[in-house]
């Protein structure tokens, strides 16, 4: 295995030999593990180490974070830490472990073991591979599952059967790294993971590590296979029961939201990023209604930004659509209905909406109007002599409009506006 760690990039190489130092020194056997070693072995570039030690996790991630003068966050409640390297590089550090787990979909008890112990608790033998760091042995591959041959076979298996009791999300994480690799759930582990799904498994395990598990795969870089994979196997009423299996429909507006996504990316760099995940769960919620949508909010415990994303799609799709549709409509307008929304909704609604000219509205808010700024201020107002009020935001709100509707080309374009628009309303209200 040495040969695959030479082919490494140099920081991660450094890491590891600092590492290396550290379990001299604590006198700690230590271990690259999990992912890690898999994607080492796939030639697939993976910037998170993950480190196993036979002692104390947590003192080893405190002396590996001062040598490397990193940041470093304390997992108490799993005994596990994390060390964050200036290059952004992310090093998980864990105490070697066993697992037994008490029910199904439980957390499970955890007591201090061996490095085979803690590879026996891993999900799948791809997974369950580890490789010294050790002065000793360094390089020492430890593979007592076969993931190694499995991986060449392109093979998914468990490392036991009731792996998916114990653990129901794992029936995600197959799926997961099923679609990502190309690879194909084996026979018998297959079998198993059909037994689990008719016991309802996932229906049993802690809501919020489903969640997590979903919005991991709804991050991978082609989704809508996993989407496609995960209705054609189980359907999504693990999420709720009115959903069941999405239809043709569903995935043509998956289809188009990915079109879109993928637009807006291209051509808005410099805008904030956006959380695609967010756009294919709106899709595949779509079937609920608002009440259901908010239920499944609560539930999964999503952050109160994301399910009021969540909701926003399925409240005002109806009525904005409309509104955009409406001819000689004027670009303030558009600006004033748009402006409200994340890019997330807007997206969506651009993507699933059958009017031409929505479309377009939509593409001119986010191509010219939403980029428009006013030149005066706050300031400007003042030396006019008007004092600080809610009036100052109205005016200003009423010069942008201005500008986006007729264009104002500059500050005392602006300014005159401005006059013209206080003269006008001194008038009316006098
Ligand atoms: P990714 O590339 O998506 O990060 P990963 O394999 O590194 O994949 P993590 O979720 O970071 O995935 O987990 C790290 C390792 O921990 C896995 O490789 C696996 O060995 C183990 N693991 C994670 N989740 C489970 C689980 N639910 N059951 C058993 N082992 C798990």
């Given at each position: 295995m040495e040969r695959y760690l030479k082919q490494l990039p140099l920081e991660l190489q450094g890491i590891i030999l600092r590492a290396q130092e550290i379990s001299g020194r604590l006198?700690?056997?230590?271990?690259?593990?999990?992912?890690?070693?898999?994607?080492?072995?796939?030639?697939?570039?993976?910037?998170?180490?993950?480190?196993?030690?036979?002692?104390e996790g947590l003192k080893f991630a405190e002396e590996l974070c001062k040598v490397l003068a990193g940041k470093l966050t304390r997992h108490r409640r799993f005994g596990t830490a994390t060390v964050v390297t200036h290059d952004k590089l992310k090093i998980d550090l864990a105490s070697a472990r066993k697992?037994?787990?008490?029910?199904?979909?439980?957390?499970?008890?955890?007591?201090?073991?061996?490095?085979?112990d803690d590879l026996f608790r891993r999900d799948f033998t791809i997974n369950a591979m580890a490789i010294s760091i050790s002065y000793a042995d360094f390089g020492r591959f430890v593979d007592l599952f076969n993931g190694r041959d499995d991986l060449a076979h392109k093979r998914i298996r468990v490392l036991h059967d009731l792996s998916f009791m114990d653990d129901p999300t794992r029936i995600l994480r197959a799926i997961r790294f099923e679609q990502r690799y190309g690879l194909k759930i084996e026979p018998h582990t297959y079998r198993l993971l059909t037994r689990a799904l008719k016991c309802n498994a996932l229906e049993k395990v802690d809501?919020?590590?489903?969640?997590?598990?979903?919005?991991?795969?709804?991050?991978?870089?082609?989704?809508?296979?996993?989407?496609?994979?995960?209705?054609?196997?189980?359907?999504?009423?693990?999420?709720?029961?009115?959903?069941?299996?999405?239809?043709?429909?569903?995935?043509?507006?998956?289809?188009?939201?990915?079109?879109?996504?993928?637009?807006?990316?291209?051509?808005?760099v410099r805008k904030r990023t956006l959380d695609a995940w967010l756009i294919y769960l709106m899709v595949?919620?779509?079937?609920?209604?608002?009440?259901?949508?908010?239920?499944?909010?609560?539930?999964?415990?999503?952050?109160?930004?994301?399910?009021?994303?969540?909701?926003?799609?399925?409240?005002?799709?109806?009525?904005?659509?409309?509104?955009?549709?409406?001819?000689?409509?004027?670009?303030s307008r558009i600006y004033r209905l748009l402006e409200p929304l994340s890019y997330e909704v807007i997206i969506l609604i651009k993507a699933t909406t059958d009017k031409e000219r929505v479309k377009k509205h939509i593409a001119d808010f986010l191509n010219i109007y939403n980029g428009i700024r006013l030149y005066v201020t706050g300031e400007d107002l003042k030396n006019l002599g008007i004092e600080p009020s809610p009036y100052f935001k109205d005016i200003l709100a009423k010069t942008l409009y201005a500008k986006i509707d007729y264009g104002l080309a500059g500050k005392e374009d602006e300014l005159a506006f401005i006059r013209k628009f206080i003269k006008k309303n001194k008038r009316t209200l006098g």
């Open positions: 006198d700690y056997k230590a271990y690259l593990v999990g992912g890690f070693v898999r994607d080492l072995i796939l030639g697939v570039p993976n910037f998170d180490v993950d480190i196993v030690v036979e002692g697992e037994t787990y008490s029910y199904p979909g439980a957390l499970p008890v955890v007591s201090p073991g061996n490095i085979e809501k919020q590590r489903i969640r997590d598990e979903v919005i991991l795969a709804l991050k991978e870089k082609e989704p809508i296979k996993y989407i496609r994979r995960i209705n054609r196997l189980i359907g999504f009423s693990f999420i709720n029961p009115g959903l069941k299996k999405l239809k043709r429909h569903s995935f043509l507006h998956l289809k188009a939201a990915e079109k879109e996504i993928a637009w807006f990316r291209n051509k808005f595949i919620l779509d079937k609920l209604n608002k009440r259901e949508i908010n239920l499944v909010c609560k539930r999964f415990a999503f952050r109160a930004g994301e399910a009021k994303r969540i909701i926003c799609y399925k409240s005002i799709f109806k009525d904005i659509d409309k509104q955009l549709n409406k001819k000689n409509i004027l670009p």
